[in-house]
Nanobody, 124 residues
Framework: QVHLVESGGGSVQAGGSLRLSCAYS????????MGWFRQAPGKEREGVAT????????YVADSVKGRFSISQDNAKNTLYLQMNSLKPEDTAMYYC???WGRGSSLQARRYNYWGQGTQVTVSS
């Protein structure tokens, strides 16, 4: 059974940094691409960053390019999202997700498993 557990969220002032972690189990990392998504109240879930299986190519959304980065430590079964230069508009619930197959994606419908989310709040 696949489990994804996010941590590292919190409250920070604009310009600050946070690193989110997602501990995963029950999946073979070489068979799954992984991603980070976020959802603010009243808004649709947005793909933030994705990484191909075995920590291959990465891609981040234009809205966070140059500020966020995604990485993976397969020895620790952990996915990370480093968030720098945070803005109030980054405030949202952040979710990690795993999708079976090759490549990577920022489309939520392509993912099979989801964590419960961790809240990030950025104040101005």
């Amino acid at each position: 059974q696949v489990h994804l557990v996010e941590s590292g969220g919190g409250s920070v002032q604009a310009g600050g940094s946070l690193r989110l972690s997602c501990a995963y189990s029950g999946l073979t990392y070489s068979n799954y691409y992984m991603g980070w998504f976020r959802q603010a109240p009243g808004k649709e879930r947005e793909g933030v960053a994705t990484i191909a299986p075995t920590g291959g190519s990465t891609y981040v959304a234009d809205s966070v390019k140059g500020r966020f980065s995604i990485s993976q430590d397969n020895a620790k079964n952990t996915l990370y999202l480093q968030m720098n230069s945070l803005k109030p508009e980054d405030t949202a619930m952040y979710y990690c997700a795993a999708g079976w197959g090759r490549g990577s994606s920022l489309q939520a419908r392509r993912y099979n498993y989801w964590g419960q989310g961790t809240q990030v709040t950025v104040s101005s």
